[in-house]
Nanobody, 122 residues
Framework: QVQLVESGGGLGQAGGSLIVSCAASGRTFDTYTMGWFRQAPGKEREFVAAFTTNGRTYYSDSVKGRFTGSRDNAKNTVYLQMNSLKPEDTAVYYC????????????????WGQGTQVTVSS
């Protein structure tokens, strides 16, 4: 079992930066692929970024070049640094974990945090 708790986010301005973090419980954090997803009002949850156990990172085309993620296995934490924010980045951001390799599919992640709101004003 893995429990995930997101923090950070909040209100940002277009062109600005925000960071969200996800703290995970459990002693096997480094065996899970970690992902970030987001869900805007009226839209489906979508993939943002993922970090595999062997250190590879993946980003969606919509955030590539603007968002940077990382995982700190010593702290059981993953981060998502969001730069050059756009109003369309406004969403609830969710942290997720799965036993297995990289995938961008929402349904393939077994564990989810409660989400943290990110709002970007124009």
């Amino acid at each position: 079992q893995v429990q995930l708790v997101e923090s950070g986010g909040g209100l940002g301005q277009a062109g600005g930066s925000l960071i969200v973090s996800c703290a995970a419980s459990g002693r096997t954090f480094d065996t899970y692929t970690m992902g970030w997803f987001r869900q805007a009002p009226g839209k489906e949850r979508e993939f943002v970024a993922a970090f595999t156990t062997n250190g590879r990172t993946y980003y969606s085309d919509s955030v590539k070049g603007r968002f940077t993620g990382s995982r700190d296995n010593a702290k059981n934490t993953v981060y998502l640094q969001m730069n050059s924010l756009k109003p369309e980045d406004t969403a609830v951001y969710y942290c997720a974990a799965r036993w297995g390799g990289y995938t961008a599919e929402v349904s393939r992640y077994e564990y989810w945090g409660q989400g943290t709101q990110v709002t970007v004003s124009s």
